[in-house]
């Protein structure tokens, strides 16, 4: 069974930084697409930032580009999401999925319900 740990998320003030990780155990991560994605109450689930670890390619989504990196300790089998000059509304609960590569990061971040290994989510709290 494949088990996603996540640590991280809290409070910042606008304009501050949070680090989220996503701990991978049971497997690698080598041949899966990883993301990061964040529902805000009353919205849907969106996602915020896919790669395929096989091939290296990297999506973000428009409104966190510039701001927000992936990255990952391949050894580790963990997953990041540093988040920089957040926003209100970058505000959520934020999941960490992995799934086959079936499709292309940028398609399958754009379509959550293809993803089906979740970590139990993280709240990020936006408030000044």
């Known amino acids: 069974q494949l088990q996603l740990v996540q640590s991280g998320g809290g409070l910042v003030q606008p304009g501050g930084s949070l680090s989220l990780s996503c701990k991978l155990d049971?497997?690698?991560?080598?041949?899966?697409?990883i993301g990061w994605f964040r529902q805000a109450p009353g919205k849907e689930r969106e996602g915020v930032s896919c790669f395929s670890n096989e091939t290296g390619h990297t999506y973000y989504r428009d409104a966190v580009k510039g701001r927000f990196t992936i990255s990952r300790d391949n050894a580790k089998n963990t997953v990041y999401l540093q988040m920089n000059s957040l926003k209100y509304e970058d505000a959520g609960v934020y999941y960490c999925?992995?799934?086959?590569?079936?499709?292309?990061?940028?398609?399958?971040?754009?379509?959550?319900?293809?993803?089906?290994?979740w970590g139990q989510g993280t709240q990020v709290t936006v408030s000044s």
């Open positions: 999925a992995v799934e086959r590569p079936v499709f292309g990061p940028r398609y399958m971040c754009d379509n959550p319900p293809v993803f089906t290994s």
């Open positions: 049971g497997f690698t991560l080598d041949f899966y697409v």
